[in-house]
């Protein structure tokens, strides 16, 4: 290694914490606890599925492969003892086909075997992964809040995968290896007990010093794992934030930082690829005594006439036989650190309870009307600090209620207890009467609509985005809810018209033609409860204009709330709820609240007074 690279790595090695800090998140912890067997066990009982249907063909399989393989030296000694020597050539022939024989039955043993552990493996896979993904769509909001996307990324992909050779391979390999080592050690005791003792007393040495070993490189793959967490979690933030980092002309800076997250990863794995190979050599040191020992020793037993010289050959066969397992269950142990490390992550996932639950005896909420209550909510992100205290409103169904503040006051906070995303610390919501808490989520928010400022646009096709809000719906249902808010214009003009496909998050449609799709796709649902959060943020005014009429027809018949700052948007709502600092302020209509001359009066003026400077 040049001396510059050294000097970098040591640079970056200093620098590790320091680039670390950015993104520590309480997933990201080193685990430091004792080897879990009940956490393997858990691992492994993915396999009970399967265990009548393959196992059996892959345990016979491995015992047929296991068997001819010893077979193969006890050929050699006869070959030799019996044919060679005496130059018998007729024998020779014989052992030789039928030492054919072995290595053909052995081969076709070992790709059956090989193909049966291939599909358990993958489908084992394929359940984890389907399992980890099914748990995080059920996570609450407060989950995602102290997560990034990519640290969630890299358990469904990379930690699944980095289990696919356990599965696959080496959990097979490990019972044909421990087959292979106690019929070897039954077959060097049996032919001559002080020549197999005196080899095999250097295995337990051979442990001794390799369990010395063990927690390091336990430590070193789970630094890995964590390492490479947050990589992801960076690179997910920088691709997501892409457009501010070129518009401030980052781009340089956020290089230099990745490098050095890159460069701190990199020697992470180094540490623990250091440590997983110093089982080779540790094993190659042991296995060169073992010959040491055999050919002195064996040596003198040919010459007292114990042992013939072809014994002596099939022990040295064995004895390569005989490391190679050895060898194996090393990698082997360290294959299971590499899985444990990522089991662990995987599980602290699939472990984790939704901060909202159901409850056991939850029930279907039925059809229902509209009419929405907020007992005495009080609510808080953090512990101390309340974004929202006291609310109590009461809204009848088929009222639009307007809900206006400044940033922070707690409008999205009432909605997302509404859509019981978070639970309040104190009071209820009630909708006909029913606490939301009774009931079962999917029944709650299959019957409110929800369209957000930042409006989210899947991949796929225009129409299946429509179409998300009730999946069974026609292609004419798309088409009219399209029209009736105005969408069908634009859409018609694209190039394949509703078969359009979007890339993710829509990019290649304007802000105004994705809040459109998301009002198409509200108005689809056809919900009771119908809630409006920034929705018309992003509209340009001759799409407002248009909104404006459809926005009657998405609104007419249902209750609604609408969190807008525009006053287009409010002024003809039922109910203006004024909010500030979590707490309700005022309560009524525009024109009872502009009479009053308050906050919501100063909102309204302080609106009229940008436009003004606007124009």
Request: glycine fraction near 6%.
């Amino acid at each position: 290694m040049s001396t510059n690279t050294k000097q970098k790595d040591a640079s970056a090695d200093k620098e590790q914490s320091q680039a670390g800090q950015r993104f520590v998140y309480q997933d990201d912890e080193l685990i430091d606890k004792p080897f879990d067997w009940g956490q393997l066990k858990r691992l492994f009982s993915y396999m009970k599925p399967y265990r009548k249907q393959m196992l059996p063909i892959i345990i016979i399989m491995m015992l047929v492969g296991a068997i001819t393989k010893l077979t193969v030296p006890l050929l050699i000694r006869e070959a030799i003892d019996k044919a060679i020597i005496p130059k018998d050539t007729n024998l020779l022939i014989i052992i030789v086909g039928i030492m054919f024989g072995v290595y053909l039955i052995q081969w076709i043993a070992n790709t059956f075997r090989i193909k049966f552990t291939n599909m358990i493996g993958q489908r084992v896979i394929y359940d984890l992964r389907h399992d980890l993904f099914s748990h995080i769509q059920k996570l609450s909001f407060r989950f995602f809040d102290t997560r990034p996307a990519g640290s969630v990324l890299v358990r469904v992909t990379n930690y699944v995968n980095s289990l696919q050779d356990l599965f696959t391979n080496g959990v097979v390999n490990l019972l044909i290896d421990v087959v292979q080592l106690c019929g070897i050690i039954i077959i060097l005791l049996t032919f001559n007990f002080k020549l197999g003792a005196a080899i095999i007393v250097t295995v337990p040495i051979m442990f001794f010093v390799s369990t010395k070993l063990r927690k390091k490189i336990r430590h070193a793959w789970q630094d890995v794992t964590m390492k490479q967490s947050r990589l992801n979690a960076h690179l997910n933030e920088c691709i997501q934030g892409i457009r501010v980092t070129q518009a401030y002309s980052q781009e340089k800076e956020n290089i230099h930082f990745f490098t050095k997250m890159n460069m701190v990863n990199r020697l992470s794995w180094n540490r623990a690829s250091m440590l997983n190979q110093s089982f080779g050599p540790l094993i190659e040191i042991t296995g060169a005594i073992g010959y040491c020992i055999l050919f002195w020793l064996g040596a003198h037993l040919i010459q007292t006439e114990e042992i013939s010289v072809g014994l002596l050959v099939a022990f040295a066969t064995y004895i390569g036989y005989f490391w190679e397992p050895i060898t194996r269950l090393g990698q082997m142990y360290s294959q299971l650190l590499i899985a444990m490390a990522s089991a662990e992550r995987i599980f602290e996932f699939i472990d984790e309870k939704p901060s909202v639950a159901e409850i056991e005896d939850a029930k279907p909420l039925p059809s229902i009307q509209g009419n929405v209550k907020f007992e005495n909510l009080v609510f808080e992100y953090e512990p101390g600090r309340p974004a929202l205290n006291g609310i109590q409103l009461d809204v009848q169904a088929g009222q639009s209620i307007a809900l206006v503040g400044h940033t922070g006051s707690g409008k999205s906070t009432i909605m997302n207890l509404l859509c019981r995303f978070y639970d309040p610390n104190q009071g209820r919501v009630l909708i006909d009467g029913q606490d939301i808490r009774q009931v079962t989520i999917q029944s709650l928010r299959s019957q409110i609509g929800v369209v957000l400022q930042d409006t989210f646009i899947f991949s796929g096709t225009i129409r299946d985005n429509i179409r998300f809000g009730r999946l069974d719906a026609t292609d004419q249902e798309v088409e009219q809810v399209a029209k009736a808010v105005h969408a069908h214009d634009f859409i018609v003009s694209l190039p394949g018209g509703y078969d359009t496909e979007v890339q993710e998050r829509g990019n290649v449609l304007s802000m105004g033609q994705r809040q459109l799709i998301s009002f198409a796709r509200a108005l689809l649902a056809n919900p009771r409860v119908l809630i409006l959060d920034e929705a018309t943020a992003s509209i340009d005014t001759d799409t407002e204009l248009k909104i404006q009429q459809a926005l009657k027809t998405l609104l007419a018949g249902r209750t609604s709330f609408i969190v807008a700052h525009r006053l287009s948007t409010i002024r003809n709502a039922d109910k203006i709820v004024v909010l500030d600092h979590g707490r309700m302020m005022e309560i009524g209509n525009h024109d009872e609240l502009m009479k009053e001359q308050k906050i919501y009066y100063g909102l309204i003026q302080a609106q009229y007074k940008f436009l003004q400077d606007a124009v």
